[in-house]
């Protein structure tokens, strides 16, 4: 007999309360690993920072803070300041989905820092060959260059991941440095490497850059108000195509056929492919999809910086590739994460300049920081410490549970000898009839 069951009761009818504290737990689950990692990495920082301490006199505590205080003040002390740090979170951001969308399939994405060179050399190859094009259509061909140069690479990978079971952990990391040889050899190739025999390009033409949000504010509103210095204010109009890839990030994954299928293949493969979801295909598809990202990445960083040419041997020690990593992983892969988490990374490498000269503190504390916030987040130490906490003071994150509710008059419950139906039936009596 089919048993009817009162429907569960939909989130808009539930009380406030109810809702706000559903709400507070699942925000909770998802910032709490995040946030305690950081944590403890600045805490083992200013371990590091009270040993190292070379003049004992002064309070080491108040050194503590002198540190962490100029560290900030260097990354969001000033819009100047601000600007900086924005100039490493834009291709941060662009390399952190591609890792972050890799991680989502299952997959790691160890190649962002080759696909990143791939796609810059595309796009400053187009920006020297098309010289007399005009900007509206040289600025989207340069983009789209550097997306199909890093789809390719970020394709090769996931080509031979999915047809011939070679992992990507070790093709990818072999693909970078054929990225990177490869991008020296045409930096220092004629017709792009620059005269007198300096190992970089020449650079691009006025109509194959991006403009700074400083240069823009000035045509703005050049009349009658202060006009920014460009030269002090160094962020550029990449900030904004970050942000607008964050939501095509976030729309691809929450709201497509294919970034359900992709995020069923990263939980469990072989459910997938049980379901008849085409898991070669996508596996090619998604790396292929971060490869293009990530050669986003490369170009609008080109395109956007004063300069605006390549240097051999550049891409080889350039950090954005491998702190997406971090930046991924911190975020939990979502696209709020995301931001927050490059907002954070790209602080820390802005303000280690002044931390270094304002409180004598090695900038490669830095470094410690962000490879302590990477360990700590693989190593799961929230969970632990979690169940080890007292019971009154354990944080609840999840949900209780809420018993169906059956209608008694419409299930035939079993009768007692005076007819009455019996309140209570045990699951043994239940599983006997069946």
């Known amino acids: 007999m089919a048993v009817p069951v009162k429907q569960k009761e939909a989130s808009q009818d539930r009380p406030f309360a109810s809702r706000l504290g559903l709400s507070a737990r699942k925000y909770g689950a998802a910032l709490g690993p995040p946030v305690f990692a950081v944590i403890l990495a600045i805490i083992a920082g200013s371990i590091v920072i009270l040993i190292t301490w070379s003049d004992k006199t002064v309070d080491p505590f108040t050194n503590v803070i002198h540190a962490y205080s100029a560290l900030f003040t260097g990354s969001y002390g000033s819009l100047s300041s601000i600007s900086d740090t924005m100039v490493i979170v834009s291709p941060l951001i662009f390399a952190s989905i591609s890792v972050a969308i890799a991680f989502r399939g299952g997959l790691f994405n160890i190649g962002a820092a080759g696909q990143l060179a791939v796609g810059a050399m595309a796009a400053d190859i187009v920006g020297l060959t098309f010289t007399s094009w005009p900007s509206w259509i040289l600025i989207p061909t340069m983009l ?175 950090p954005t590739g491998f702190d997406a990593i971090a930046v991924a992983l911190l975020g939990q892969t979502t696209a709020i994460g995301i931001l927050l988490a490059s907002l954070l990374i790209g602080g820390l490498r802005s303000g280690s300049t002044d931390m270094q000269a304002i409180a004598h503190v090695d900038a490669n504390l830095v470094f410690i920081i962000e490879a302590l916030v990477l360990f700590f987040i693989a190593a799961q130490f929230f969970p632990v410490l979690r169940r080890i906490m007292p019971v009154w003071l354990r944080p609840r994150f999840r949900p209780t549970l809420q018993a169906a509710t059956i209608d008694s008059s419409v299930v035939g419950l079993p009768e007692n000898d005076n007819g009455d139906a019996l309140s209570e039936v045990k699951i043994s009596d239940l599983e006997k009839e069946d």
């Open 144 to 318: 789209l260059a550097s997306i199909l140069a890093g789809a390719i690479w970020g394709g090769i990978a996931g080509f031979l991941k999915a047809w011939r079971g070679a992992h990507e952990v070790v093709t990818t990391i072999m693909l970078n440095w054929i990225a990177f040889y490869a991008t020296d050899y045409l930096i220092n190739s004629a017709p792009f490497a620059a005269p007198n025999g300096t190992t970089q390009t020449v650079a691009l033409p006025p109509n194959a850059t991006l403009p700074p949000i400083a240069g823009v504010y000035n045509q703005i509103f050049a009349n009658g108000q202060p006009v920014l210095n460009t030269f002090a204010y160094k962020i550029d109009i990449s900030i904004f195509f970050a942000l607008a890839a964050l939501v095509v990030y976030w729309f691809i994954i929450s709201r497509t056929t294919f970034g359900y299928e992709i995020r069923v293949i990263g939980q469990n493969p072989k459910a997938a492919k049980y379901a008849g979801i085409p898991t070669k295909r996508n596996t090619f598809l998604v790396m292929a999809i971060a490869g293009g990202f990530a050669g986003l990445a490369g170009s609008t960083n080109l395109m956007g910086q004063q300069g605006y040419n390549l240097t051999a041997t550049a891409f080889s020690i350039l």
